[in-house]
């Protein structure tokens, strides 16, 4: 019995020994780091171990800008983009002969690269000394006001990284609600039909249970794909976020490590801390409610 025990830890060996050095022991760095006082990162030397580092976050205007930032975008963008991933993909699966084709279609901005969709969103919507962009001048024929998105009023800036992250994160969200819906039994639908039940209640009562688990596995991936935000904003306003008054929480925590106020481990540790336990908090409120509206067949 011992050696069987044995060798079931020694085939997990690998594993723990992967888990140990690249999340357990990060992790223990980075609290360290977050209650060193003072820290040096030329002398790596501190004067003191306590909370400081998380009371100057906090207080931070830089900071408290990309937590607004970060959660505006999570508020707006995972609801948006499930519920227009939802209605394509109920869509879709009403056409399966062109299923296939759409869905690769819709796929397509998941694997082009964030940058390059970047530059797309920025030619569409950013004013030059040449032109006022393509959107821009669709409100002009439609006799509005040019509006500068990029470098204009903050709901602009914001309602730009809103749609481009709606945008790229919406494919994932179609492939995997299409091949949710595809899974459901037919026989269902059969029976509903021969009832004569209306479709909204087939589809509220049948279909949205029966694919619950995947639009709850896309709600909590959305919103931790949300807080950790970062690549986005840059690759639409560039690498100095905090003066487009775009920053988000990730973005601070590279900023306090490597950008032009870097050389700050423990702020940015602080920061990141702070961070996980928002993130933890969600996820830990949406399993809760999930046990009450998620059905597992």
């Not at 996980?276 to 996820?283: E, N």
């Amino acid at each position: 019995m011992r050696l069987r025990h044995l060798k079931g830890w020694l085939y997990l060996l690998p594993a723990l020994l992967f888990l140990g050095c690249f999340m357990i022991y990060p992790l223990v760095d980075v609290l360290i780091y977050s209650l060193e006082e003072g820290y040096n990162s030329a002398s790596q030397t501190y004067f003191g171990v306590g909370l400081y580092n998380f009371s100057y976050v906090l207080h931070d205007p830089y900071f408290l800008q990309a937590v607004k930032n970060t959660l505006l975008l999570v508020v707006i963008t995972v609801p948006l983009s499930t519920g227009l991933a939802l209605l394509i993909s109920v869509q879709l699966s009403s056409i399966p002969k062109l299923r296939d084709l759409y869905q690769t279609v819709f796929f397509l901005p998941y694997v082009t690269n964030t940058l390059a969709v970047g530059l797309v969103f920025m030619i569409l919507f950013k004013k030059t000394p040449y032109s006022d962009g393509m959107i821009n001048a669709l409100i002009h024929l439609f006799g509005g006001e040019t509006v500068d998105f990029m470098d204009g009023p903050y709901w602009a800036k914001m309602l730009v990284t809103c749609l481009y992250t709606v945008w790229i994160v919406m494919p994932f969200k179609i492939l995997i609600l299409t091949s949710a819906l595809a899974s459901v039994n037919p026989d269902y639908y059969k029976v509903a039909r021969v009832d004569a039940t209306p479709r909204w209640r087939i589809f509220t009562k049948i279909t949205l249970p029966m694919i619950s688990p995947m639009i709850f596995y896309l709600i909590i991936t959305g919103f931790i794909g949300a807080f950790k935000a970062y690549s986005d904003e840059v690759a639409l306003f560039g690498v100095n976020l905090n003066a487009a008054g775009m920053n988000t929480i990730v973005g601070y925590v590279y900023d306090m490590l490597y950008g032009d106020s870097g050389g700050y481990p423990s702020y940015a540790s602080a920061a990141a801390l702070i961070l996980f336990a928002i993130v933890l908090t969600i996820t830990v409120i949406n399993l809760l409610v999930s046990r009450k509206h998620v059905y597992y067949a």
